[in-house]
């Protein structure tokens, strides 16, 4: 065979590939086999460039840098479509619609004519027009102002689900497909990630992100950055496609153009506004950025007797959803403590409607960020709230700053309790050596004698998640607090009927239900308990961990964090997190304390059985981290040495028969630090204790039929709630989590599955709706 031949070749599988990917949604090959062939090609031209042709799949990577972009002229406008702000401005629409296509009205006697609409979502990205001649890309232009735009050919040919080449056959000789350029939620933070990391510009959000990346003069910065295309319409072709819209595109579909997968086709003015309802709810789920929904009449005969007016067609509107950035000022700036004492300034807004929603406070996060944005007091900024998320301030409007504007301080005092406030440091562990650097975070030292670090961890004590106290909200525990009642969660389990029947908001049934509530909470479970004492940085998910495989309080309490790091998903940093919580003497009092009042920890055991004997001297003496000594060499140092102790009392001359001369005397100086000794042999003697030493007795492990696989719970659940799903799949050994990925097991998707649903099917993972999942949890003999 000859190159050419099986250049041809290749293309021609890699086009069809990425058509079934990015068009199709039905990958045929896992990403590897992609690449192998892909990397096949790339060394074929390599050696024959004369081979090299415009439309090859290799032809993406961007070439030399732009002076300036140059001009292109649209042979057809780009127009721009009137708004619809509410329900009444689409039905006005509707009724133009049938008034200009002279068609029945209804009346007493019978409805009228129900013009068909196509309804896509409103991509919030750049509007750009791709030509097409001989089914070869040979122009990419933005839309500009509509009648001319800029030539960005070289940009557009980068972008991955733009087709270089159409696939299929019969499409017309000239075919301007228009569609917008735009960047999934996942691909604008991976972006944003990546440039605060090399300390580049970030985006203010998605669209700001695709135009800045499309807009720009070196090609080879776009073809960095995660853009996708999606055609929406078409504008000049040499003969026509099709009678209606959404035939347009079908037909453009089948030739390789990437279209909505939310395309849909609506009978009258209703159903329309059900399309409106149905993807607002499901907005905030789906993989990209939308501001709203475009309806068309799908006739183009229709459309033509429509015309258009001096800026925008007759025929399409964008009913737009409520605005979720708006402008506005910061009126002040205050700091909010928190659970772990965590002082973060909060931005008091000048009242605004965002999203629906009025918005007067806003996050910032932390004293960085402030810095970052460069907020002052005083200044116009740019809000934004998406869904349930908190509004946060995106950017600042320097060109309005007033004279006036203030910067922002962080307090040396805490505004609560008036104790300290410091700056966090930053431990580095690594080699034996801790490096300090400083934090984003300042916290007031107060602790609980701070009365907002006091509430706030007895919120979260009580909360659902945690030790489930019904009738214990914020509002209570503040009032409790700010009574004297309680001073630490262990009070709780002391509180009287007269000490609460009198109090705000309470009477004789709330007293003992709450009374009631309180008792039921004495018997949780030892992960819920962990979870509830709010340790830092571990949530949920870890304190199932400590909790399955340490089996019992005393053994989490006293673990050292060298012994922790064994554990799954627990790192050095969190390990010496819960370490020093329970070294505290104050934390171990109040646990103290909730025990004597009657706390009966369940689900406490033995060690988890896979975690018997698990270890190696070997390991232990890697997790010691002693400069320049790694797994390979603690292997050979105990392959020599055979026990701690002869490894501790070894000689330079011992030590430089197994290892290097530099790694033996790092050893050496090592095991010469008395603390280094004491700390090796002590956690020697908890593995031994803990029954995780090399010598201690192996258990056999029972499998769970889940172990070792991750699922992932999407949509909402009609029999069940996620959590209780979730729960029920952890008692299968499955590890539940909040992404999807190519290690993903399997994804239960339920009604209004987003983004997570999208990807799981690009992967080509198993996906269960929850009638499959109930027979799989029957099966498994888990009653739902």
Not at 126 to 140: C, E, T
Not at 538 to 556: D, H
Request: aromatic letters at 6%; glycine letters at 8%; one cysteine or more.
């Amino acid at each position: 065979m000859t190159a050419q031949t099986r250049i041809l070749e290749l293309r021609a599988e890699l086009d069809q590939h990425n058509y079934r990917y990015y068009v199709l949604d039905e990958p045929s090959v896992p990403d590897a086999e992609y690449d192998r062939l892909f990397r096949e090609l790339q060394a074929l031209e390599a050696e024959h460039p004369e081979l090299v042709t415009p439309d090859s799949p290799t032809q993406r990577v961007g070439g030399a840098a732009l002076s300036a972009f140059t001009q292109v002229r649209h042979e057809v406008p780009m127009l721009s479509l009137g708004n619809a702000f509410e329900e009444n401005d689409l039905r006005e629409f509707d009724r133009r619609v049938v008034e200009g296509l002279d068609l029945p009205t209804g009346d007493l006697f019978g409805a009228g004519v129900a013009v068909d609409y196509s309804c896509e979502p409103k991509l919030d990205g750049l509007a750009v027009s791709l030509l097409y001649r001989d089914g070869l890309l040979v122009q990419g232009a933005t839309r500009g102002d509509g009648t001319t735009g800029e030539d960005i050919s070289v940009n557009v040919r980068t972008i991955r689900n733009v087709p270089l080449k159409l696939q299929g056959k019969g499409w017309p000789a000239v075919l301007e497909v228009r569609g917008e350029v735009f960047m999934s939620k996942e691909g604008f933070e991976r972006l944003n990630a990546a440039q605060a990391e090399i300390g580049g510009k970030t985006f203010a959000n998605p669209r700001n992100a695709a135009a800045g990346s499309l807009r720009q003069l070196d090609s080879k910065i776009t073809a960095s950055r995660p853009l996708e295309f999606c055609c929406y319409g078409v504008g000049q072709v040499s003969e026509a496609i099709a009678d209606t819209h959404i035939g347009t595109l079908e037909k453009l579909k089948g030739w390789g153009m990437p279209i909505s997968r939310e395309l849909r086709h609506a009978a009258g003015i209703k159903e329309c506004l059900d399309y409106y309802r149905d993807i607002g709810e499901r907005r905030n789920a789906l993989p990209y950025e939308i501001d709203g929904v475009v309806f068309k009449v799908n006739s183009l005969a229709s459309q033509r007797e429509l015309g258009f007016r001096a800026r925008e067609p007759r025929w399409a509107i964008a009913h737009k959803f409520p605005a979720m950035e708006e402008l506005t000022e910061v009126l002040d700036v205050e700091f909010q403590v928190g659970r772990t004492g965590a002082v973060t300034p909060v931005a008091r807004l000048k009242p605004v409607k965002v999203a629906g929603v009025t918005v007067a406070n806003a996050t910032l996060h932390n004293m960085d960020e402030v810095a970052r944005l460069g907020v002052m007091i005083g200044d116009t900024v740019i809000i934004r709230r998406a869904g349930d998320v908190i509004p946060q301030v995106m950017q600042v409007v320097t060109e309005r700053r007033p004279a006036d504007a203030r910067a922002v301080h962080i307090p040396t005092q805490c505004p609560v309790c008036g104790s300290q406030v410091e700056r966090t440091q930053l431990v580095k562990r690594s080699k034996g050596k801790e490096t300090v650097s400083e934090g984003a975070v300042y916290r007031c030292v107060g602790r609980l004698a701070c009365r907002a670090q006091l509430k706030q961890a007895i919120i979260h004590y009580v909360s659902r998640r945690a030790m489930d106290i019904e009738g214990l909200g914020e509002k209570s525990v503040e009032q409790l607090v700010d009574e004297g009642l309680i001073a630490s969660p262990a009070d709780l389990y002391r509180l009287k009927f007269e000490d609460i029947v009198d109090l705000e908001g309470f009477a004789e049934v709330s007293s003992n239900k709450l009374l009631a509530a309180i008792a039921d909470s004495k018997r949780p479970s030892l992960a819920r308990f962990i979870y509830a004492l709010g340790i830092p940085d571990v949530g949920e998910e870890t304190a199932k961990v400590l909790a399955r495989s340490l089996g019992s309080l005393q053994r989490v309490m006293v673990a050292l964090p060298q012994v922790l790091t064994y554990l799954p998903d627990i790192g050095l940093e969190v390990a010496h997190e819960i370490h020093n919580f329970f070294e505290d003497e104050h934390n171990r009092s109040v646990i103290a304390q909730l025990l004597e009042n009657g706390l009966q920890l369940q689900e406490e055991g033995e060690l988890a059985a896979e975690f018997a004997a698990s270890t190696t001297l070997a390991g232990l003496i890697a997790k010691l981290d002693i400069p320049s000594v790694g797994p390979t060499g603690a292997e050979k140092l105990v392959a020599k040495l055979q026990s701690l102790e002869r490894i501790i009392a070894a000689d330079g001359i011992d030590l430089r028969q197994a290892l290097a001369a530099k790694q033996a005397d790092a050893v050496r100086e090592f095991f010469l630090v008395e603390s280094n000794q004491a700390l090796a042999r002590s956690v020697e003697a908890q593995l031994r204790e803990f029954g995780m030493h090399w010598e201690s007795e192996k258990k056999v492990a029972q499998g769970l039929p889940l172990a070792g696989q991750t699922w992932v719970l999407t949509g909402s659940l009609e029999r069940m709630s996620r959590d209780v799903a979730k729960d029920k799949l952890e008692s299968l050994g499955a590890k539940v989590a909040g992404s999807v990925s190519a290690k993903t097991h399997c994804v239960v998707a339920g009604p209004g599955a987003g983004s997570k649903l999208a990807k799981a099917t690009e992967l080509g993972l198993r996906v269960l709706d929850e009638d499959a999942f109930v027979a799989f949890l029957s099966e498994q003999g888990i009653a739902v």
